[in-house]
């Protein structure tokens, strides 16, 4: 019997981590150790000497990660990024997806392939569940802007809402940009001027 | 006509000015093409795109291209170095703990003399000091080694840690690192809050150090020559802009877009001017060439800048191997500079290599329009690195 892979999951919501490691445990025979906090993040995964990291693209800490690829140490393992050569598309999946993988030299495509599945269902399924929730604050924070831009053509012109509205989408149509990026362009002016 | 859209990958960091202005003031659309400009949260993230096919291009760490093509790191694409987007720009600061030592010696803050800095600081320490650096594989690197080993710090008395900049200041508070080598705006965001004060400007370790490149994969640029000129004379015309005194107003406003830098256009000016607070005290600091985005053909990815880099890269990850550094300089890519910068008006030097560290003062060169004057390249210790062509 093959020994179990050994998975390092860089991630600081609980929540996830737990439903990241539930999902990798019924697709493979894995030991998982979650990481949450970033200090010493390098020494916490050498000291594990894992297989294969998985972190969120996201993260910034991901950098910190870099320093496991020079490991020189005659008891170190040098760490690769996900399948540079051959992956079958794995590596691009996976950016897709929003999840980075460090694996250790020399480990098994038939290995990290169930491993790699499992994290690039589990970090797209978190990816679009949190571009929904950007997008919907972005949407907010441009109906705030627009209304700042309305009210400040509203008194500069002594027009009304609706006109005001027609003009910044009239002027967004004839530069070719967004009712929003012309909104905040004027908001900023207007910061500037005043 | 419909506009082909070019992904490019960057660090929200001043330094990513070209990029942004290039987009935002129309230098693309008078090229015929438009930016999808993707702000990425780590380098490791910027690479991996480039060299995944995200994106098409990316603001890159000058010496990632060339790391790579020396096998070091996780990745392996062949990259290219099209130009240079700006040189200089970092700066060296210390955590709370240290500046109170350092302040308690009298120490000035005189953010200009390397080799004062690192005498205060081989004083102060009782064990060697630990610096953050965004990545591994960076000029802040390159700038720390070489300042430590020619001073009294001396080139054990330094450690070198991995900390995204945006991560910082938990570092310093947790005592994961003492200082830090960093781009704008994170020093003057440390400064602000407080975490910490300013030492030294990378300039003041070498005077023209190439810091962030355009990077493309090699393959695309072959396959997509014509996207690449545009995309190069867009960026090259950018930063012209930008090295205009009268557009930095317009350019700290730009960059502190909530969608780009996110901080406040006053602070992002003090990089754009090289007028730095360099503590919480207030103490106000000018430096000449702080960050150049144009001036001394700032944008020509010298050959020579990749040997010196490529050189300093082997004696430390490859000591005792001899990798030809004329083979991986290649990937600073002075023949596609020539080949698409022509007829842009941007004057061309007559050799694609020089002597790093050998400009004392801003001198005239041989160049195709005759107009190139090239600045003050010199390293604080006075040497100067001739890479003879083998």
């Given at each position: 019997?093959?020994?179990?892979?050994?998975?390092?999951?860089?991630?600081?919501?609980?929540?996830?981590?737990?439903?990241?490691?539930?999902?990798?445990?019924?697709?493979?025979?894995?030991?998982?150790?979650?990481?949450?906090?970033?200090?010493?993040?390098?020494?916490?995964?050498?000291?594990y000497?894992?297989?294969?990291?998985?972190?969120?693209?996201?993260?910034?800490?991901r950098?910190?990660?870099?320093?496991l690829?020079l490991a020189?140490?005659?008891?170190?393992?040098?760490?690769?990024?996900?399948v540079?050569?051959?992956?079958?598309?794995?590596?691009?999946?996976?950016?897709e997806?929003?999840?980075?993988?460090c694996?250790?030299?020399?480990?098994?495509?038939?290995?990290?392939?169930?491993?790699?599945?499992?994290?690039?269902?589990?970090?797209?399924?978190v990816?679009q569940?949190r571009?929904?929730l950007?997008?919907?604050?972005?949407?907010?924070?441009?109906?705030?802007?627009?209304?700042?831009?309305?009210?400040?053509?509203m008194?500069?012109?002594?027009?009304d809402?609706?006109?005001?509205?027609?003009?910044?989408?009239?002027?967004a149509?004839?530069?070719?940009?967004?009712?929003?990026?012309?909104?905040e362009?004027?908001?900023t002016?207007?910061?500037?001027?005043? | 006509?419909?506009?082909?859209?070019?992904?490019?990958?960057?660090?929200?960091?001043?330094?990513?000015?070209?990029?942004?202005?290039?987009?935002?003031?129309?230098?693309?659309?008078?090229?015929?093409?438009a930016?999808?400009?993707?702000?990425?949260?780590?380098?490791?993230?910027?690479?991996?795109?480039l060299?995944?096919?995200r994106?098409?291009a990316?603001?890159m760490?000058s010496?990632?291209?060339?790391?790579m093509?020396?096998?070091?790191?996780?990745?392996?694409?062949?990259?290219s170095?099209?130009?240079?987007?700006?040189?200089?720009?970092?700066?060296?600061?210390?955590?709370?703990?240290?500046?109170?030592k350092?302040?308690?010696?009298?120490?000035?803050?005189?953010?200009?003399?390397?080799?004062?800095?690192?005498?205060?600081l081989?004083?102060?320490?009782?064990?060697p000091?630990?610096?953050?650096?965004?990545?591994?594989?960076?000029?802040?690197?390159e700038?720390?080694?070489?300042w430590?080993?020619?001073?009294?710090?001396?080139?054990?008395?330094?450690?070198?840690?991995?900390?995204?900049?945006?991560?910082?200041?938990?570092?310093?508070?947790?005592?994961?690192?003492?200082a830090?080598?960093?781009?704008?705006?994170?020093?003057?965001?440390?400064?602000?809050?407080?975490?910490?004060?300013?030492?030294?400007?990378?300039?003041?370790?070498?005077?023209?150090?190439?810091?962030?490149?355009?990077?493309?994969?090699t393959?695309?640029?072959?396959?997509?020559?014509?996207?690449t000129?545009?995309?190069?004379?867009?960026?090259?015309?950018?930063?012209r802009?930008?090295?205009?005194?009268?557009?930095?107003l317009?350019?700290?406003?730009?960059?502190?877009?909530?969608?780009?830098?996110?901080?406040?256009?006053?602070?992002?000016?003090?990089?754009?001017?090289?007028?730095?607070?360099?503590?919480s005290r207030?103490?106000q600091?000018?430096?000449?060439?702080?960050?150049?985005?144009?001036?001394?053909?700032?944008?020509?990815?010298?050959?020579?800048q990749?040997?010196?880099i490529?050189?300093?890269l082997?004696?430390?990850?490859?000591?005792?191997?001899?990798?030809?550094?004329?083979?991986?300089?290649?990937v600073?890519?002075?023949?596609?500079?020539?080949?698409?910068?022509?007829?842009?008006?941007?004057?061309?030097?007559?050799?694609?290599?020089?002597?790093?560290?050998?400009?004392?003062?801003?001198?005239?060169?041989?160049?195709?329009?005759?107009?190139?004057?090239?600045?003050?390249?010199?390293?604080f210790?006075?040497?100067?690195?001739?890479?003879?062509?083998?």
């Open positions: 019997m093959q020994t179990s892979i050994r998975i390092v999951v860089v991630e600081q919501d609980r929540d996830r981590a737990i439903a990241i490691v539930d999902a990798l445990k019924d697709a493979c025979a894995c030991d998982v150790l979650v990481v949450g906090d970033s200090s010493g993040l390098e020494r916490k995964i050498a000291a000497g894992p297989d294969i990291v998985l972190i969120d693209i996201d993260n910034p800490t950098d910190m990660l870099e320093e690829t020189s140490g005659p008891l170190e393992r040098p760490v690769a990024m996900f540079s050569g051959n992956s079958d598309g794995l590596a691009a999946a996976a950016i997806a929003g999840v980075s993988a694996v250790v030299d020399g480990l098994a495509p038939a290995r990290i392939k169930p491993v790699m599945d499992t994290a690039i269902a589990r970090f797209a399924m990816r569940m571009n929904e950007a997008e919907t604050r972005r949407a907010l924070e441009e109906r705030k802007v627009i209304d700042r831009a309305k009210g400040l053509l008194k500069a012109k002594g027009i809402e609706d006109a005001a509205y027609a003009l910044l989408r009239k002027t149509m004839d530069r070719g940009r967004r009712v929003a990026d012309v909104a362009a004027l908001v002016a207007a910061g500037l001027l005043g | 006509m419909t506009r082909v859209t070019v992904p490019v990958a960057y660090m929200p960091l001043v330094d990513a000015a070209p990029l942004i202005v290039a987009q935002e003031m129309g230098f693309v659309d008078a090229e015929g093409i930016l999808d400009l993707i702000a990425a949260p780590s380098w490791s993230s910027v690479r991996d795109m060299a995944f096919g994106v098409d990316a603001h760490l010496p990632v291209p060339i790391a093509a020396m096998g070091l790191g996780g990745v392996a694409t062949a990259l170095a099209v130009s240079v987007l700006s040189v200089n720009g970092n700066v060296i600061g210390v955590g709370k703990p240290l500046e109170e350092l302040r308690a010696n009298g120490f000035e803050f005189d953010f200009a003399d390397p080799v004062k800095a690192a005498r205060a081989a004083e102060v320490r009782d064990r000091i630990i610096f953050g650096v965004p990545f591994p594989f960076s000029m802040h690197v700038l720390l080694r070489y430590s080993a020619a001073t009294d710090l001396g080139p054990d008395g330094i450690v070198i840690r991995t900390v995204p900049p945006p991560l910082m200041a938990n570092a310093l508070a947790a005592g994961d690192v003492d830090f080598c960093v781009g704008e705006p994170w020093g003057s965001v440390a400064v602000e809050q407080g975490s910490g004060a300013l030492l030294l400007p990378g300039a003041s370790i070498w005077s023209f150090a190439p810091e962030k490149v355009l990077a493309v994969r393959a695309w640029a072959e396959t997509e020559p014509d996207l000129g545009r995309l190069m004379r867009a960026v090259w015309r950018a930063g802009w930008l090295a205009d005194p009268n557009a930095r317009a350019a700290a406003t730009l960059l502190s877009r909530k969608s780009y830098l996110n901080v406040s256009s006053e602070l992002i000016d003090r990089a754009l001017s090289g007028d730095l607070v360099v503590s207030g103490e600091r000018s430096v000449d060439g702080f960050l150049l985005f144009h001036e001394g053909a700032a944008n020509f990815p010298w050959r020579s990749a040997k010196w490529g050189q300093h082997a004696d430390h990850h490859r000591p005792g191997d001899t990798p030809s550094i004329d083979a991986i300089a290649k600073y890519r002075t023949d596609l500079y020539r080949m698409h910068m022509e007829g842009t008006g941007c004057d061309l030097p007559g050799a694609s290599e020089k002597v790093e560290g050998a400009i004392l003062h801003a001198t005239a060169v041989a160049s195709a329009a005759g107009s190139l004057t090239l600045l003050p390249n010199r390293f210790d006075a040497r100067v690195f001739d890479f003879p062509v083998k």
